[in-house]
């Protein structure tokens, strides 16, 4: 079993009205729903965390700039780190992710470990 | 309370805090002496009640003969007293007369502090639910035997080995600190948790034995609760999932001894008093920012009160057990939310759900998969239930099943 990032990105509207009550929720469950199924079958390793969409950015010469979606349309919204026998597996996983719903992507990644020199 | 009740009554709850009493006079590592006193007390109290009657006070009657026997044993025993009198008297600040304190409570002190010796965490679990069930609970190595269906020599040599490991570690009568607390009440949570659900769905025929398991299980997690140190919310949380459980025993267990599934039981049965109490240690444990994994269970034992199939009741109950795998995964977790999801959402979900689960060699999985597909697929419900019995390994499960199939026979 190999450990990978599944990385959630979804475009920000920053004109976008905020959800009501009954919207979060429902999302809620959707999300819920999926990371019991992740856990259910073993294979959530750890449920991560959300990112806020404020964010800085420390360029070369340590300047600071706010972003980081001035330079990339879709931000990073959260991560969660699951376990699969391969990457295709793992993009199987992904497939559920409620994310895919509101027009946002998975990015799959395979982390390496620190003893992996291949 | 007949005279031939009270001894084994008063063997279980007397005993622990006799030998705890012992144990901190002399060293845990000197436990077999500590029991061997509290055991010839014991027997001394069956031959003279049974001649002369029963004294006026049985218990302080225990307390004073074990407490001459400490003395004599001390006096007579003079390898003993040059090792460890010495030290006795030297704690004792001078005195000459040795002191046994069996004060209230002092005895509620040193049982509290016995539970963390027992279930200290460099003692292997099994070896902790055998000196739980045989210091805390009085059980002896038959009736042990007869809960773990195992024999008596087996159960006599993991109780050695577990006392022996009590010295090697050279574990102490104690509290933990207060730094430890959190982490060393998890073992023990661990163990009365482990030692509850051997009572309550032990393969043993003894249900006397396996409700006596229960009570005493729920009694020691009670004695968690009246300490100021280890009244922690996950103790509450606890205590209050082993009240919902117990609320149904006499629903769940019928005249011929066999188990009747939730859906067949009688409400009725189901003890009012227990869910209160259930709820009253829920409202408890809800302090605090850790969440246990039994405040979830506890939460989700608390819906499994309602008998009302609500839309409601199966979405609490799904978001309980994902957030209980998030946290810890089990199999059986994992069946029970699958199932809480085909009630919540719909049956076809839970199918696709249910084949990524990987349990084929779980005759629990097969059952599960025989349900969500009743009604949908009967030819397919009538293999899950034959797969399952082939896998289950006991006759009450094997029952269970080929009623199953019996009933899912007259609707093919």
């Given amino acids: ?118 | 309370m007949k005279e031939n009740e009270l001894i084994p009554h008063l063997f279980r709850t007397e005993y622990r805090k006799i030998v705890s009493v012992l144990c901190k006079l002399f060293g845990i590592e000197h436990i077999e002496i500590a029991e061997d006193i509290t055991s010839d007390t014991f027997l001394l109290a069956s031959e003279t009640w049974g001649q002369k009657g029963l004294p006026p006070n049985p218990t302080a009657w225990l307390y004073t003969v074990a407490k001459n026997k400490a003395k004599d044993f001390l006096k007579h025993n003079t390898i003993f007293s040059q090792k460890i009198v010495a030290e006795i008297k030297h704690t004792n600040s001078g005195s000459h007369e040795i002191e046994i304190d069996l004060s209230t409570q002092h005895i509620y002190d040193v049982q509290l502090q016995m539970m963390f010796a027992i279930c200290h965490p460099s003692i292997s679990t099994e070896a902790q639910i055998g000196l739980a069930l045989n210091i805390l609970c009085g059980f002896g190595a038959e009736e042990i035997a007869d809960a773990f269906l195992s024999n008596k020599e087996t159960i006599y040599k993991r109780l050695n080995r577990a006392k022996e490991k009590l010295r090697i570690e050279k574990i102490k009568l104690e509290l933990p600190s207060q730094s430890e607390i959190d982490k060393r009440l998890d073992t023990v949570l661990n163990t009365m948790y482990l030692l509850f659900s051997e009572g309550y769905y032990s393969i043993s025929q003894n249900i006397t034995l396996r409700r006596d398991l229960c009570l005493e299980a729920m009694r020691l997690t009670f004695m968690l609760t009246e300490n100021d140190f280890t009244n922690k919310p996950q103790v509450n949380a606890l205590l209050s999932l082993m009240c919902f459980h117990s609320s149904r025993f006499e629903a769940r267990i019928n005249s011929q001894g066999e188990i009747v599934l939730y859906e067949d039981q009688d409400t009725n049965l189901w003890s009012k008093e227990l869910i209160d109490k259930g709820e009253y240690y829920l409202n408890k444990s809800s302090q605090g920012n850790r969440l246990s994994r039994y405040h979830l269970e506890a939460a989700i034992a608390y819906w499994h009160t309602h008998k009302d199939d609500t839309k409601e009741k199966w979405e609490n109950i799904l978001q309980l057990y994902n957030r209980l795998l998030q946290l810890e995964y089990s199999p059986i977790a994992a069946l029970n939310r699958t199932y809480a999801l085909s009630k919540a959402n719909n049956k076809e979900d839970a199918i696709i759900e249910a084949e990524k689960l990987e349990l084929d060699d779980n005759h629990l999985y097969h059952s599960l998969l025989a349900e969500l597909y009743r009604d949908i697929n009967n030819e397919k419900s009538l293999q899950h239930l034959q797969t399952a019995l082939i896998l289950a390994k006991t006759q009450a499960d094997k029952q269970i099943i080929l009623k199953k199939i019996e009933k899912l026979k007259l609707s093919l």
């Fill in chain 1, 1 to 118: 079993m190999k450990e990978f990032v599944l990385v959630f990105r979804r475009a920000v509207d920053l004109n976008e009205p905020q959800p009501s009550p009954e919207q979060l929720q429902a999302s809620m469950k959707l999300w819920q729903d999926w990371m019991g199924s992740l856990a259910a079958q073993n294979k959530l390793v750890n449920v991560g965390n959300r990112l806020s969409s404020d964010g800085r950015v420390v360029n070369p010469g340590k300047v600071i700039t706010n972003g980081p979606f001035v330079e990339i349309k879709e931000a990073i919204g959260g991560y969660t780190i699951v376990s699969a026998k391969s990457i295709d597996e793992a993009a199987e996983l992904a497939k559920g992710c409620p994310i895919l719903m509101v027009n946002g992507t998975v990015e799959v990644r395979t982390i390496v470990s620190m003893d992996d020199n291949s």
